[in-house]
């Protein structure tokens, strides 16, 4: 199961290349900096296997650059093809949408996937192995499993939950949920609207889009925190040389503030922003009735919002969104001092959530940031955050995702 995913990714890539004209030589450079990088703080499995997979194809020569082609794969048949697909789940936004003064304006952005209802699942391919890369103690599960287990869930609502194992005690991993998308985009808008994301102790979700070859292709981590977090990070993660220009959130052009590093090298654990919303993250999203966050990736930048429930533009509820209206973004990083189209592409979508590991476990003791004041070792009583988790099952009745849907769009060529 591991190595079809590999697999798929790598296909994706491939026919990518085979489709297109592209032409540089910045694959084996990036493929070399990420073999020198495996040690990082790598939270995605592709590291070690794609090293191999994309050596092992003579070097191919791939520029990852921002093009308006979709590249379109599915798992396990091999089958590609590029352009915007043509799926039943794609629909076609309409080009009129009410600003925010009534005015109606149109957007150029036209819905390419999407994720909800009962069809939520589909699309997805599900993660079956323990949590290798980050050292939580989790068994991501395949989605017989997960759904046998009520680890996955389509409400009556028609919310889609992602759970982990509540067991009462258990002696090694819990079982948890990480999925990834199979479609892959250069470029593009995304929307999600989430109800809950997993909270409490010991936790450390993630919704966050990633490219191949890690970090070569990028990651960009639109929800992400810790335990008892009020407020979101969004951070990137990239070979070197893609860098915030300043620590300054007026300079940087951002409502949100930066934290860890300017340098964006995966090495040095990202750089990243932490969202101004005391409601944008943890148990204070929860019972605030959740919200909308969105990301957009082009040649110029990479912007973040969030939107609590009571405050979501209506551009995006009507399925016609205008990036241009929403405001100063919480997180924004651009050229020239970090080279989108250089650092970021094909960028596959993903959920998870791990427990403890290399960023919940390691600050269990820490406290300070925002909804942390006391560490998790002082709030539960229990010195390390393995022996919390899994001593624990009822504690982790609060880590789950609920989510109303995962939009993608894009701007046709
Ligand atoms: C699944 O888990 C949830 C949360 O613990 C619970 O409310 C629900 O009853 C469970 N459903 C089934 C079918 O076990
Ligand atoms: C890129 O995205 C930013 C943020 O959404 C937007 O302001 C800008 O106009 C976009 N640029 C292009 C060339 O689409
Ligand atoms: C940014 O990267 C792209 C893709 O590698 C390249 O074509 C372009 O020249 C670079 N731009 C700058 C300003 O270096």
């Excluded at 912007?303 to 509820?317: K, L």
């Amino acid at each position: 199961m591991l190595f079809l995913y590999y697999s798929v990714t790598f296909a994706c890539l491939f026919i990518s290349l085979q489709d297109s004209v592209y032409a540089s030589n910045i694959a084996s450079r990036l493929a070399r900096r990420t073999a020198r990088h495996i040690n990082g703080l790598a939270k995605d499995l592709n590291v070690a296997l794609d090293v191999v997979l994309f050596s092992a194809q003579k070097q191919p020569q791939v520029q990852l650059t921002t093009h308006s082609q979709v590249v379109f794969c599915k798992p396990g048949t091999g089958s590609t093809s590029t352009g915007i697909p043509s799926a039943s789940s794609t629909r076609t936004a309409s080009s009129v949408a009410s600003s925010s003064t009534g005015v109606a304006v149109s957007t150029p952005w036209k819905l390419v996937e999407e994720h909800s209802g009962s069809s939520f699942f589909d699309g997805w391919t599900f993660t079956n192995a323990p949590d290798v890369t980050t050292g939580g103690v989790v068994n991501y599960v395949d989605s017989g499993t997960a759904s046998s287990n009520n680890l996955t869930q389509i409400t009556s609502a028609g919310t889609a939950i992602m759970r982990v194992e509540t067991t009462p005690v258990v002696t090694g991993n819990r079982q948890s949920i990480r999925i990834t998308t199979n479609n892959v985009y250069n470029t593009g808008l995304w929307i999600l609207d989430a109800v809950h994301i997993p909270s409490g102790c010991g936790t450390w979700p993630a919704f966050w889009t990633n490219g191949p070859n890690w970090p070569a292709g990028g990651e960009i981590d639109i929800v992400e925190g810790v335990g008892d977090s009020t407020n979101d990070q969004a951070t990137l993660h990239t070979i070197e040389g893609c860098s915030l220009s300043s620590t300054s959130s007026s300079a940087l052009g951002i409502t949100g503030t930066t934290v860890t590093s300017t340098d964006c090298v995966s090495t040095g654990g990202g750089c990243g922003i932490r969202s101004d919303s005391t409601v944008s993250y943890g148990a204070a999203f929860n019972s605030n009735g959740g919200g909308v966050f969105t990301m957009t990736l082009n040649s110029s930048g990479i912007a973040v919002w969030f939107f609590e429930r009571s405050a979501i533009p209506s551009d995006i509820t009507a399925g016609t969104p205008l990036p241009g209206a929403w405001g100063t973004p919480f997180a924004w990083w651009s050229s020239p001092t970090c080279n989108i189209s250089e650092f970021f592409g094909f960028q596959s979508t993903i959920f998870d959530t791990t427990l403890c590991g290399q960023l919940a476990g390691a600050v269990w003791s820490d406290s300070g940031s925002p909804g942390q004041a006391q560490s998790c070792a002082t709030r539960t009583g229990v010195s390390d955050c393995v022996t919390f988790v899994q001593n624990n099952g009822a504690a982790m009745e609060e880590a789950y995702w609920e989510v109303n849907s995962v939009q993608i769009y894009q701007i046709p060529s």
